[in-house]
């Protein structure tokens, strides 16, 4: 295994990117899975991203992009809603774990999403605490209204790219993290069927010319 190595964002952006093509391609690397990791991490653990991503079942981040022990620090809520112990956790994963990259993980045939449009076309909301999750969502859907927007697709796009504006303006631990060039936060838009995950939302992700090996493989 090689020597931890902080990375940049663009970095840790594309390790995750050429994992999710092994991944769709079938030819997974399976990284950082064996018993030599598994012990070496046991003392300290150095993620190399936050990993924000819906709860959907199908959504498993480390087979998604092809990671393995220790690579990604996930935290997930249905719909990627966001709430004091979410944002909490994220500033942990950037504060304390030095990770340099925030992904958001959204998907196509979003059950949150699809809930928050059904709710504000038929004026029922759902009951019992699946109502926060819906309400959380409600705002990305409004917007993509205003926007005109009529796909399913978009309207997930639009809630990714709400919940990473939205991050950015309820935390200033990760808003100065990116203005100081230490922290990206993206947004990546996963399909089911094919397994491909696409860039839909940027905050901080500069071009570095100088790039070295990610020393995580």
């Known amino acids: 295994m090689a ?10 952006l594309d390790l995750l990117l050429a994992g999710n093509q092994r991944f769709v391609a079938g030819i997974p690397e399976h990284p950082n899975q064996d018993a030599e990791r598994r012990a070496s991490l046991a003392p300290v653990q150095h993620p190399f ?7 959907d079942s ?3 981040a480390e087979i998604i992009f ?10 997930r809520t249905a719909g990627h809603v966001l709430g004091p112990e979410v944002l909490g956790s994220i500033e942990y994963g950037v504060s304390l774990l ?6 958001i993980l959204g998907h196509d045939s979003c059950g949150a999403v699809a ?16 109502r926060d999750v819906v309400e959380r969502v409600t705002p990305s859907v409004l917007a993509a209204r205003a926007a ?28 100065e993290a990116v203005d100081e060039g230490r922290l990206a936060v993206v947004g990546l838009s996963y399909r089911l069927a094919d397994g491909s995950a696409r860039l839909v939302a940027s905050h901080g992700l500069a071009d570095d010319g ?3 090996d990610a020393g995580v493989a």
């Open 148 to 175: 005109g927007f009529e796909h399913a697709d978009d309207f997930v796009d639009e809630h990714i790219r709400h919940t990473a504006d939205l991050l950015l303006d309820r935390s200033r631990v990760l808003a």
């Open 210 to 212: 100088d790039r070295q």
């Open 49 to 55: 991203a936050v990993l924000f991503g819906c709860s």
């Open 98 to 103: 030095d990770c340099r990259l925030v992904v």
């Open 66 to 75: 092809d990671r393995g022990l220790g690579d990604l620090f996930v935290v």
């Open 3 to 12: 020597a931890h190595r902080t990375l940049v964002p663009r970095e840790a």
């Open 58 to 60: 199908r959504l498993a």
């Open 115 to 130: 809930a928050a449009r059904s709710a504000l076309a038929d004026g029922l909301p759902p009951s019992g605490y699946v």
